[in-house]
């Protein structure tokens, strides 16, 4: 005879239930799945045998974070030893649970076989479904209420990540990057072509975006331009020559007169551009800043821009360090790739990757291969800024260095290092930077204490600790007070009670 057990994990705690034979179940299959929404229906089918509440919210949540991970906790092993019967060569037990995962792990931990097929399913669907009514005291309202808690805190314990470290404000950050490259660019040919109806010289003058945008605020009015505002030309332009035949220009332009409501919403979209242009170079430092706290070997191999669209293209660093590096290499050129393999074409070399220096430096022939061995290197820094507690750039540094030597090998022949040595020697200078920090960090410890010693002396204290010790400070003229042993007044306690 199989005697058939059934493992429900709740919110408010761990509860097993006894069911009929596994044959008969298996059998009447289609009556449990009808029975599922009748409350004395089921009963008939499950009988609790135990009920083991969670002691407080910690609990419930580490218990149930074991469970998501496949892993036994010690207080539901310590319940299934205790509610679970022996199996023996009579009656053999069986204990169905909804996670397979869950199920290998006590069976290996109690030697208690474990199912999760045929009517086990549908028998844990009916048990969610009138939880509240199959253990005493229990209502539909306080099960939802722990439910809910516990989803909170579980979600909550679940996203597990340094606020030093988010990589979603990479994401956000390169996209807001590369949508401004887009809008400044566009408002930038918008303003040359609006103010250049007024003075269409300075358009050969001054042909960059940034400058164009902010002379045009200066000047304004063309006919208003004299030799008194060479100086501030020359500081946006940086030429005096060049400011000097934009005045030049001005007295002789071909370019009509203009309204004064005309040219003050010139001189708005003007301050507007170069607003935009001003907070483009701030978003690139904090981008910087971002992408050396988080993927800083990956931002020195490949550059800060390049290394924050790879991320931004995989969806996370996470997502990235699991990719392959053939992956990384065709990363942002997946509609060629796809359409190279529907019309059976040359696939892609690179996507992302083709923005680095390293592809454009290398030669015609070299440029897959290279690229190749690029996507390799990234894939080595990805993981290890995924996965390292302590960020550093020494790896980066080397492996770029290592694409460097790789270049000078398709150009010149010259052998480079072998890849071991040179992760050894990154290694070792990582264990030398640790220890200096840890070194570090024990001296500013010894020197706060000395400081908070010299505090209290200024400030008069009677005692100073000294390596755990307590001594006394005693004043010029005073004599130290002995202070009376414990065990001598206990004993002396003692003896006048004995009298």
């Known amino acids: ?281 701030n978003l690139s430092e904090y981008l910087k800043s971002k992408m050396e706290g988080i993927a800083p070997n990956l931002a020195t191999l490949i550059g800060n821009q390049v290394g924050a669209r790879l991320i931004a293209h995989a969806g996370s660093l996470t997502n990235l360090a699991k990719y392959p590096a053939s992956t990384v290499q065709i990363l942002g050129a997946e509609k060629a790739l796809f359409r190279a393999l529907k019309t059976r074409g040359n696939t892609p070399k690179y996507g992302l990757l083709f923005h680095s220096t390293f592809i454009g430096r290398a030669g015609t022939k070299n440029k897959g291969r290279i690229s190749r061995y690029l996507a390799n290197k990234c894939s080595i820094a990805s993981r290890i800024d995924c996965f390292t507690e302590t960020p550093t750039n020494i790896f980066g540094e080397k492996l770029r260095q290592q694409v460097e030597d790789r270049l000078k090998f398709y150009e010149t022949g010259e052998i480079p290092k072998k890849n071991i040595d040179v992760m050894q020697e990154a290694l070792e200078e990582v264990q030398h930077v640790v220890t200096e920090t840890e070194i570090k960090s024990s001296k500013k410890k010894k020197s706060k204490n000395q400081k908070r010693k010299v505090e209290e002396l200024e400030n008069g204290d009677t005692t100073i600790h000294e390596n755990g010790e307590k001594k006394e400070l005693v004043e010029e003229g005073e004599e130290p007070v002995k202070k009376k042993k414990k065990k001598n007044k206990r004993s002396k306690s003692i003896g006048e009670t004995a009298t």
Not at 206 to 233: C, G, H
Request: aromatic content about 8%; hydrophobic content about 45%; glycine content about 4%.
């Open 1 to 281: 005879m199989a005697q058939t057990y059934v493992l429900y994990e709740h919110a408010a705690g761990y509860a097993v239930f006894s069911i009929k034979e596994f044959e008969e179940v298996g059998m009447l299959l289609p009556q449990v799945e009808a029975s599922v929404t009748d409350v004395s229906r089921f009963r008939s089918v499950v009988k609790l045998v135990g009920f083991l509440p969670f002691k407080t919210a910690l609990a419930a949540l580490e218990n149930v974070n074991s469970i998501s991970e496949g892993i036994v906790p010690e207080y539901l092993q310590l319940f299934l030893d205790s509610i679970v019967p022996k199996s023996d060569k009579k009656n053999k037990i069986i204990l169905g649970v909804s996670d397979p995962k869950l199920g290998a792990s006590i069976t290996e931990a109690l030697g208690i076989k474990c199912d999760h097929t045929g009517a086990i399913p549908e028998i844990i669907r009916g048990i969610r479904f009138h939880f509240h009514n199959l253990i005493k005291g229990f209502t539909s309202k306080s099960s939802a209420v722990a439910q809910l808690g516990l989803g909170h805190s579980y979600s909550r314990a679940k996203v597990k990540f340094n606020v030093n470290r988010v990589d979603n404000m990479i994401i956000q950050s390169i996209a807001l990057l590369d949508q401004l490259d887009k809008d400044i660019n566009t408002f930038s040919m918008r303003i040359r072509e609006w103010y250049s109806y007024h003075f269409p010289e300075l358009d050969k003058i001054v042909p960059e975006n940034y400058m164009f945008a902010k002379v045009a605020q200066v000047i304004k009015n063309r006919s208003e331009l004299t030799e008194e505002r060479l100086d501030e030309l020359e500081q946006i332009v940086m030429d005096r020559a060049k400011a000097q035949a934009i005045i030049d220009a001005s007295k002789s332009s071909m370019g009509m007169d203009i309204h004064p409501v005309d040219l003050l919403n010139i001189e708005m979209f003007a301050k507007r551009v170069t607003g935009l242009a001003d907070y483009r170079k």
